[in-house]
């Protein structure tokens, strides 16, 4: 494919807020993950963004939630909102497109409403705004108001890869021309479902989650959001190049609801196809940010995976130590991180990991070493064997 420009971008997560908090977080190995409690429930741990129910709202009322106050946050910080403003005076604020990610969108209102429901007449809230705030159409709504844009709109929800795949759809606007740059990311918030759903399923760790680790059992939810402004590179004479966008690969495992393909085959195709939509090879990959759930399943299925098509010589490791697994904002947040590390030249091995799986044949990290990487790829593969694996280069 033809390479994007990433010229803006930014990022929240449980370990900070914007470009300059992640990068120090990740180079002092400093996670976000405390005992969760939230909302009542304290199964394990939790990824949770500080200052959210204090955070001043800047969109309109209707909109207020916390998967909204999230993006809100996030499009406060590292000059994005600037950034777009000036896109949208180069292109046209028709011609900017928003395309994010989310999994469960501003459901816990919906939560809250249900709660709040009148027992006499099943009445729920009069001020409850289900389409503006968990109707998954509400994040672009949010998005593309609070920053001025009347360019198409599109929520991508595919589960953990949700905000991954969105990448791939601004992809095809734009080669379609349907626009000449497009506001791409994500947001999921922390509430009552995944929080009570992934512990039924026995998936929630007790501790820290541990991705790869001998005696990982399980992950800790997390929660966040992430832009960047995707545009044609060279087009827009005055625009940054913070890095630059590759290839990508998407399949489907087409095996089980919630558990991964055990041979990795639907993960095998969209790395291989990232590689070819790049026009790289297997050995010019500098390192590869794991899905890396801390799941038994998900890591073993990833690492026979990653080793099928990279051997043991690429480097490779899981952030979710730091923020937890964010579900839908997953893709953007280490798409986030992926470009740190491109600029700040470093890479980040995996957090709370005693001893690597003896079984595991991929070269995984445990440790943050200094480097200069050229190209990262950065996995998503989610609930329902939906794969995303993307392509990121340095900016050159």
Known sequence: MTPLSISAGTVLSAIGAGWAET?????????????????????????????????AFSGPAGFDCRNNRLADMALGLDGFGKAVAAAAAFYGR????????????????????????????????????????????????????????????????????????????????????????????????????????FASLGLVAPGMTRPCDVARDGIS?????????????????????????????????????SSPD?????????????????????????????????????????DRAVFTVFG???????????????????GIIEAMMAAIMLRQHYLAGCLNVGAVDPAFKSSVMTETIAASPAFIMSNAFGFGGTNCSLLFGAAG
């Not at 966040?224 to 087009?235: Q, W």
């Not at 993960?267 to 759930?293: E, K, P, R, W």
Request: hydrophobic share 40%.
């Open 23 to 55: 990068d120090k977080a990740l180079c002092a190995r400093r996670s976000g993950l405390r005992p969760c409690d939230f909302a009542g429930i304290t199964a394990g741990f939790a990824g949770e963004v500080a200052g959210v129910a204090e955070h």
């Open 221 to 257: 939810v997390g929660e966040g959001a992430g832009f960047v402004l995707l545009e044609r590179t060279g087009v827009r004479p005055d625009a940054p190049v913070l890095a630059r966008w590759l290839g990508y690969g998407v399949s489907s495992d087409g095996h089980h609801m």
């Open 262 to 302: 055990p041979a990795g085959r639907g993960a095998v195709a969209a790395m291989s196809q990232a590689l070819d939509h790049a026009g790289l090879q297997a050995s010019d990959i500098d390192y590869i940010n794991l899905h890396g759930t801390g799941t038994p399943a998900n890591d073993a299925m990833e």
């Open 94 to 197: 028709a011609r900017v497109a928003v395309v994010v990610g989310t999994s469960t969108s501003g459901i816990l209102s919906a939560e809250d409403a249900y709660a709040a429901t009148d027992p006499e007449t099943g009445a729920m809230p009069a001020d409850f705004d289900q389409a503006r705030t968990q109707d998954l159409f509400s994040l672009p709504r949010f998005v593309a108001t609070k920053l001025g844009l009347e360019g198409p709109l599109l929520t991508v929800s595919n589960a953990c890869a949700s905000s991954s795949r969105a990448f791939v759809d601004a992809r095809h606007w734009l080669e379609a021309g349907l626009c000449d740059a497009v506001v791409v990311g994500g947001a999921d918030s922390l509430c009552r479902m995944t929080l009570r759903g």
């Open 312 to 330: 043991d010589q690429v480097p490779c490791a899981s952030t979710k130590g730091w923020t937890g697994h964010t579900l839908g904002a997953s």
